[in-house]
């Protein structure tokens, strides 16, 4: 691709790029919940006949949008054998504000590119999924954070979620971002947010747009990416992005590897320390500790959660086992024991969508309560490992 020659802006929401080899891009803005954008994107791709039809969303979630059924059919125990657990809820969350703005307007976040989508299918033009992975997106947001910052994050935008969805809200969504807008203010309290959901992702998209640029190509965007990646196209060289540093998940260096098996063997060995020296009383107060304080902790996250007794009594005894193992958490055996012992669908997951609209229905609806039942129990052991250290640091005094 060669540089900019020339940007028009024929109307606010669209902005004309000519290359000096004579290719065109047509950027469109949009506002993700305006119906008009929806006419708009379908009148500027009759008008323009472009060959290229670009938009920014990534091939799972035009998967979902273009089938919802497969994503209804996903297994539930995948989620808890491959630890999507966060970021299926995360995903929950976003499909119920998605479902609170369309009450609001009348027209479902991402209309637009459902429209860009079947006019590029029915014209047989080249369609370009633009945007990054949404898993990588997250998880390199939820990466960059601490434990305790994961924590408020979750508990922000779960309990966040309750609040209505007001004309300010909405305003906001018609000139942003759809996952800014949903973490709301809380990007002021971690500033990796707008980095990894906002900048990164204006990289992104202007080099998967630059790389795969027709003769003449419509390019469907929110409004919020539009001044990025304009500001790339003239400054920068997106053709030449490999985007290779910003498209993968951090796999962590080998200290934080290292890190999660420091502490069971620490405690281990305290254990083995008082045995062998002669201070048996004393270790074996300090485990019943270990077992109470670990074992409670988790239960409690199990209960708050409504889980089965069943349940909050296998958190309990999972919980001072899986902190000594790294490679499983309580988390994942309450979410095992909840799932066997109710059964949720996710065939059900347009109820799960409704119910989670709101903050009670996450507890009223079976499979989000089980998403509930696992992130609280592992939060509990974990605060749990923690908090019992104290006492098996007599063991050595």
Not at 239 to 262: A, C, H, M, R
Request: proline share 4%.
């Amino acid at each position: 691709m060669s540089v900019v020659s020339s940007i028009e802006t024929p109307k606010t929401n669209l902005n004309k790029i000519t290359f000096d080899d004579g290719k065109v891009l047509y950027l469109i803005g949009t506002a993700h919940v305006s119906g008009d954008s929806v006419k708009f994107v379908e009148e500027c791709i009759n008008e323009f006949e472009p060959d290229t039809v670009a938009v920014e969303l990534d091939k799972n979630r035009m998967d979902v949008l273009k089938n919802r059924k497969k994503y209804e059919e996903t297994d539930i125990i995948d989620i808890f054998k491959k630890k999507k657990v966060l970021f299926f809820t995360v995903q929950l969350i976003m499909s119920g504000y998605q479902k609170k703005i369309a009450e609001k307007t009348g027209s479902a976040p991402g209309s637009e590119f459902k429209k860009a989508i079947e006019l590029a299918e029915e014209k047989d033009l080249k369609l370009v999924n633009a945007d990054r992975d949404i898993s990588v997106t997250l998880k390199r947001t939820i990466n960059s954070m601490t434990f305790k910052e994961k924590v408020k994050f979750f508990t922000g935008m779960l309990f966040g979620d309750d609040k209505d969805v007001d004309e300010k809200a909405i305003e906001e969504l018609k000139k942003g971002d759809m996952l800014m807008q949903i973490i709301g203010e809380m990007q002021d309290e971690f500033p990796s947010l707008k980095r990894t959901i906002l900048d990164e992702r204006d990289r992104y998209l202007a080099a998967n747009i630059a790389q795969n640029l027709g003769e003449k190509t419509v390019a469907v965007v929110g409004a919020a990416h539009v001044p990025g990646i304009l500001r790339r196209l003239q400054e920068e060289k997106p053709e030449e992005d490999s985007l290779d540093d910003i498209n993968f998940v951090p796999k962590g260096s080998k200290v934080t590897k290292i890190i999660p098996w420091i502490i069971p063997l620490l405690i281990i060995g305290m254990f083995i320390y008082g045995f062998f020296n002669g201070n048996a009383p004393d270790t074996l107060e300090a485990a019943i500790w270990w077992v109470v304080i670990n074992g409670t902790l988790s239960a409690l996250g199990c209960a708050l959660a409504l889980g089965h007794p069943l349940t909050i009594l296998a958190g309990f005894v999972a919980a001072p086992i899986t902190s000594l193992n790294p490679t499983i958490g309580a988390g994942i055996v309450t979410g095992f024991v909840q799932l066997y012992l109710v059964r949720p669908r996710v065939i059900d997951l347009e109820t799960v969508s409704q119910d989670t609209m709101h903050l009670k229905g996450w507890w009223k609806n079976k499979l989000s309560r089980t998403l509930l039942v696992s992130l609280f129990s592992s939060i509990g052991s974990a605060i749990g490992t923690f908090a019992a250290i104290p006492f098996l640091m007599k063991l050595l005094m």
